[in-house]
């Protein structure tokens, strides 16, 4: 007997089910342990069927990217609640602390394979991410192109970030500290 069609909103809701539990076995045991056998246990399925619906392990970890991209998106722009009550230019470095699967997926390792539904995922985020560089050289708190410095902010946050989840961050300021000085260079003031 023939498989029951799906409907697209069937498929895409096992998707996102299965990139759920995909970040979560990230989170749990890092990205070397996602294999499809295991995202099948976590889903109480064959193997099989993930497979099928991603087709490879780079399919997979593209499906994932979009999805922790729009959750960067959702929490710079303090549409998830878990990050309403921290100030904007800290959100980053907050993602980073709170969702390190999510951190190490989108910025851990070179990927394969980028599809377009990523790449737009990640063009959302930037775009959230540099709203606060246009919204504050409009206001005239800053001066200079929003997108150079959303770039060297987000470069720079993203160090902090990254040197602060490996315990690189050794030679005598801590994070805190560091994103000091960055805003302060950022908004051309003195400390």
Not at 5 to 29: H, P
Request: hydrophobic fraction near 40%; glycine fraction near 8%.
């Amino acid at each position: 007997m023939a498989r029951p069609q799906l409907t697209s909103v069937e498929i895409d809701d096992f998707r996102e089910q299965a990139c759920v539990a995909a970040l979560d076995i990230v989170t749990e045991s890092g990205v070397e342990s996602l294999t499809f056998r295991e995202l099948g246990k976590r889903l109480g399925c064959s193997y099989v069927k993930p497979h099928r619906y991603f087709g490879d392990k780079d399919r997979l970890i593209d499906a994932i990217r979009a999805l922790a991209f729009d959750r960067l998106g959702a929490y710079i722009s303090g549409d998830d609640p878990a990050s309403v009550d921290i100030p904007v230019y800290q959100r980053y470095l907050s993602f980073a602390a709170t969702q390190g699967a999510a951190f190490e997926i989108l910025f851990g390792f070179r990927q394969a394979y980028v599809s377009a539904e990523t790449k737009a995922a990640e063009d959302r985020a930037w775009k959230i991410c540099t709203r606060p560089f246009y919204e504050a050289v409009e206001r005239g708190d800053m001066s200079g192109d929003p997108e150079k410095l959303a770039h060297v902010a987000w470069v720079g946050m993203h160090g902090i970030s990254a040197l602060t989840l490996s315990g690189q961050l050794t030679h005598g300021m801590d994070e805190q500290q560091i994103l000091l000085e960055l805003q302060a260079m950022l908004f051309n003031t003195n400390q």
